[in-house]
């Protein structure tokens, strides 16, 4: 029988994850490097990501950069690949909600939102795949939501993006895992990051998102550690299209 430890092991790994300078993404990038992966963060602000780095510490890069600018996206890659190789692990945590309701959705808002929440991983996923498919080995993990299946007030962008990652995953596990290349997403209830400062700033909105998961309580972003782990290891060599719920029982009552 294969050993526990061997299946999480990422060693000689490189792993890029957009939207490393804070909360979920940040975490991934912490976690990886913790198994032994080199890690290469993308994100906007240079003094959060210099934090990260240090924190990691010499298998740690970072790379300043809006993923939601497809014109920079082929250079993105080059700089990607020069600290340690192609990325074998690719995790969309990048994105923003606007938060705005139906009536009041600017033009502008809403291309930003489906320019960083859905365009990025897909255009940056194709452009990382060929690599990935000459190893033979792949994972890319994108950020679902709680969102993707459920309407919130004030977030029909964000909602429609999040949709639109879970039938993406899908579509990337049917054209890319005959080569190796695992897709999956992970579907995140409430955690305290900035995405959902709004929410846990007010407390009484917080404890009642707690009350309607099975478990009783909120994330916290240790809770992350283990699903993004198994989707990025071998130990999910025969799970890819699926999007995991990390929501604490939310979505299941």
């Known amino acids: 029988m294969t050993k526990t430890a061997p299946l999480f092991d990422l060693s000689g ?3 890029c994850i957009t939207g490393a300078s804070s909360g979920l993404g ?6 990886l490097a913790a198994a032994g992966a080199s890690v290469v963060g993308i994100a906007r602000r240079v003094e959060a990501l210099d934090s990260l780095c240090a924190e990691i510490g010499p298998n740690a890069a970072r790379i300043v950069a809006d993923v939601a600018d497809r014109e920079s996206h082929a250079q993105l890659v080059s700089d990607v690949s020069t600290p340690f190789g192609a990325p074998d692990i690719l995790i969309h ?3 923003v909600n606007t938060r705005q309701a139906a009536d009041d959705v600017s033009p502008e808002g809403w291309d930003r939102t489906i320019a960083l929440n859905l365009n990025a991983p897909f255009f ?9 498919r000459a190893k033979g080995w792949g994972r890319i993990v994108n950020f679902a939501s709680l969102q993707s ?10 909602g429609a993006t999040k949709g639109g990652i879970s039938q993406l995953t899908r579509a990337m596990a049917e ?6 290349i695992n897709a999956n997403a992970i579907g995140p209830g409430f955690f305290p990051t900035e995405l959902t400062a709004a929410v846990f700033n007010d407390p009484a909105r917080a404890d009642r998102n707690a009350a309607q998961t099975c478990v009783g309580r ?3 972003l240790e809770d992350m550690d283990g699903p993004i782990l198994f989707l990025c290891s071998d130990a999910s060599a025969f799970v890819t299209g699926q999007v995991l ?3 604490g029982g939310f979505t299941a009552k």
Do not use: E
């Open 13 to 15: 790994k490189v792993a």
């Open 175 to 180: 054209a890319w895992s005959p080569y190796g």
């Open 218 to 220: 909120n994330g916290i």
């Open 245 to 247: 719920m990390v929501d």
């Open 26 to 31: 940040r975490r991934a990038a912490i976690t």
């Open 93 to 95: 945590a990048a994105g």
């Open 149 to 158: 299946t459920r309407a919130f007030p004030g977030g029909i962008a964000y």
């Open 124 to 132: 940056l996923s194709q452009a990382f795949v060929p690599a990935m």
